[in-house]
């Protein structure tokens, strides 16, 4: 079973609006990390941000947020203020037992001058 | 800061070929793991270790072998290669906690014919 799922292929969204990409999660541990990572076209891996299972507030970085909706097993990534440098696929992904780490499919966002 | 290093970058292998994907870390980090990138399937965990001489297999194990004589290196062995290896590689590593993110190396694109 999909422990990871990322239902949005693709996204475009137009320069300085926000967007907000779908993460739902599966498991049955009450410890868990959530992370979102991004990646450009050049292909590395960059971690933007981290949610604990057990952390009350949503947490920030900047121009990211992710909001966490424990009851859903939800943990979307919202980026606000797109820029053209936000043009990248981006990745959920979970933290679990055995500290392994699962992806989603990725979403592809274009920010759209 | 090196980080994590991964060599070679790309790799041309024929059929039936065996070679070694080199990933090293001088963060100290206890976990390490391997995953392989295809379009639209994310990242899949090949093989992990959470340190020096512990290893298991992740989700797409077969066809590879890994070792871990060292915490700062763990090579993964391609034993006979086949088209469906064809993929982008990425070896990560972090602290052995869940709220650590992985660190990850920029990526080996293999390319079996």
């Known amino acids: 079973a999909q422990k990871i799922t990322q239902t949005q292929p693709g996204m475009f969204v137009q320069e300085k609006e926000a967007v907000t990409l779908d993460c739902t999660y599966d498991t049955s541990d009450p410890s868990y990390g959530l992370f979102w990572y991004k990646q450009p076209s050049s292909g590395e891996m960059i971690f933007l941000i981290y949610q604990g299972s057990y952390d009350q507030q949503n947490a920030t970085e900047g121009r990211y947020s992710l909001n966490f909706q424990k009851a859903r097993k939800s943990a979307n990534l919202v980026i606000s203020a797109s820029q053209l440098g936000d043009s990248a696929m981006y990745f959920c992904a979970m933290r679990e037992g055995q500290y392994k780490l699962s992806f989603g499919a990725g979403t592809t966002v274009t920010v759209r001058a | 800061n090196a980080g994590v290093t991964q060599t070679p970058k790309f790799q041309v292998l024929k059929t039936g070929q065996s070679m070694t994907l080199q990933c090293a870390q001088d963060m100290n980090h206890e976990y390490m793991s391997w995953y392989r990138q295809d379009p639209g399937m994310g990242l899949r965990l090949i093989h992990y270790s959470v340190g020096a001489g512990i290893t298991d297999q992740g989700e797409v194990p077969n066809g590879y072998n890994v070792s871990r004589s060292t915490t700062e290196d763990f090579p993964l062995r391609l034993l006979s290669a086949a088209p469906s290896q064809t993929s982008v590689y990425f070896c990560?590593?972090?602290?052995?906690?869940?709220?650590?993110?992985?660190?990850f190396g920029n990526g080996t694109r293999l390319t079996v014919t």
């Open positions: 990560a590593s972090s602290p052995r906690d869940l709220s650590s993110p992985l660190h």
